[in-house]
């Protein structure tokens, strides 16, 4: 028997996926990624990185046409994706999955809603696209390890690209060897630097990304071939970013429990680094029971696991941007202002002085001694009475371990669309969504567009 390229194993779960099988648990977990996902995208509509997609895309006609959420302007899918794509990353508001060091939504739903309203695909083939993406994405994160993350590669843009590509070629219904040969593409055109993180860059690669899915799917339906060993061959993509690949993960690709089941998304609830939601939560909990505001306070200290926080580059962060990925200021803004959200990330409130001179206080450390498999995050404050107090936070509020109640998704919608002056209501697009099975995406979309 000859043995299988990765390519061809994703293409043969791809194409043996049946739609209906989906469960109604299934269903909502893809709903409340589309919800989050569209929210903060809408959040981001005014920024002026949003604008400039916008502008970049704008003109520009085509035979396949996806609708731009901010505004139901009609463009090229790939460019739908790109401009939708960048909305969704920019706030770094998007959810996250744990083995990936990184998210799926921000890339595939918007490359995947753009095919939707293309293809007039309803929302159960929307869900069954996404939890493909979802659960070839995971599945390569596992096979090739933190190694990619460790040097340095945006495994959301990478990942998530193959991810989307197959997801994106179970929708078109290309056959095994149509989504091996988009999947080689995908492979070689995958790219992604954890560099571009604190800047406009980071949501233009994601962007991109989604762009780059639509594309090769497209390519390949035109039977653009490409070589099947683009992922695991020795001068393949896993050799190149990785070192190693364990197809023993490929192989279990589709059987029970799905990724989207076991592993599940952790859902941010505040706009910034997965890093230090954990962090926030315990500075907020700490602030409330000691009736802390922040001038008790002489000196933080923050433990995680090894390399809990390597994403958090900015200790001194001066730009709204910047903090996103700042321990130091995540913890001087929940102290000081007693609450963390869309406006707490401002230039201006970054550059108060009251914020720049708490950074000092801060020490920021890793226990090389827990597991990295650990999660967690440890808050210990000194104070200026002598005592010290501190908090654990293991799974923090929006995790899959302890998910948002519907009631707090709508509030995190309902935050978006009013930071991004929508008349959009949070509460009626999170039933539309939610009852999206038998309705065509594209009046689902309809129901978020933007006031």
């Not at 790109?82 to 909305?87: F, I, R, S, W």
């Not at 089941?261 to 954990?278: E, F, N």
């Not at 440890?378 to 519907?406: C, M, T």
Request: hydrophobic share 45%; net charge neutral; proline share 3%.
């Amino acid at each position: 028997m000859v043995a299988l390229y990765a390519t061809d194993k994703i293409a043969r779960f791809v194409t043996g996926f049946n739609s209906s099988a989906i469960s109604e648990a299934q269903m909502k977990t893809v709903a409340r990624a589309l919800i989050d996902t569209y929210a903060v995208a809408t959040a981001a509509r005014n920024d002026l990185a949003v604008k400039a997609a916008q502008a970049y895309v704008a003109g520009h006609s085509g035979p396949v046409l996806g609708s731009l959420w901010s505004n139901g302007n009609q463009v090229p899918i790939e460019l739908a994706a790109l401009a939708n794509g960048v909305a969704a990353q920019l706030l770094d508001y998007g959810d996250v999955v744990e083995p990936l060091s990184g998210g799926v939504s921000a890339v595939a739903v918007p490359a995947l809603c753009a095919l939707a309203e293309a293809t007039n695909s309803k929302g159960r083939q929307f869900a069954a696209a996404y939890i493909i993406a979802f659960e070839v994405a995971v599945k390569l994160a596992r096979a090739l390890g933190d190694e990619p993350s460790r040097r340095g590669w945006h495994t959301t843009s990478v990942l998530g690209l193959l991810g989307t590509t197959a997801g994106a070629a179970h929708m078109l219904a290309l056959n095994a060897d149509q989504v091996s040969y988009a999947l080689a593409l995908s492979a070689s055109l995958a790219s992604g630097s954890q560099e571009q993180i604190g800047t406009m860059g980071n949501a233009a690669q994601v962007g991109q990304t989604a762009s780059t899915a639509l594309r090769v799917v497209q390519l390949a339906r035109l039977n653009v071939a490409a070589s099947k060993s683009a992922l695991d061959g020795s001068r393949g993509l896993a050799a190149l970013i990785s070192g190693s690949f364990s197809m023993n993960h490929l192989d279990a690709l589709g059987q029970a429990p799905f990724e989207i089941d076991s592993t599940g998304i952790d859902i941010k609830r505040y706009p910034c680094s997965y890093a230090v939601q954990g962090a926030i939560e315990a500075a907020l909990l700490m602030r409330s029971q000691y009736g802390l505001n922040g001038s008790e306070i002489t000196g933080v200290e923050v433990t995680a696991q090894p390399n809990g926080l390597r994403a958090l580059i900015y200790p001194r962060a001066v730009t709204g941007a910047e903090a996103r990925y700042s321990m130091h200021y995540a913890l001087a803004a929940a102290f000081l202002d007693g609450k963390v959200n869309l406006g707490t990330f401002t230039d201006a409130m970054v550059q108060r002085n009251e914020v720049q001179s708490f950074y000092k206080r801060v020490i920021v450390l890793e226990d090389e001694e827990a597991p990295e498999s650990a999660r967690f995050t440890i808050v210990k404050l000194a104070l200026k009475s002598g005592s010290s107090v501190e908090r654990r936070v293991e799974a923090p509020r929006g995790s899959a371990r302890a998910p948002l109640n519907d009631r707090e998704m709508e509030d995190k919608a309902r935050e978006c669309f009013g930071y991004g002056k929508t008349e959009v209501w949070a509460k009626d697009f999170a039933s539309t969504v939610y009852g999206m099975a038998t309705v065509p995406m594209r009046d689902v979309l309809r129901a978020g567009r933007m006031g």
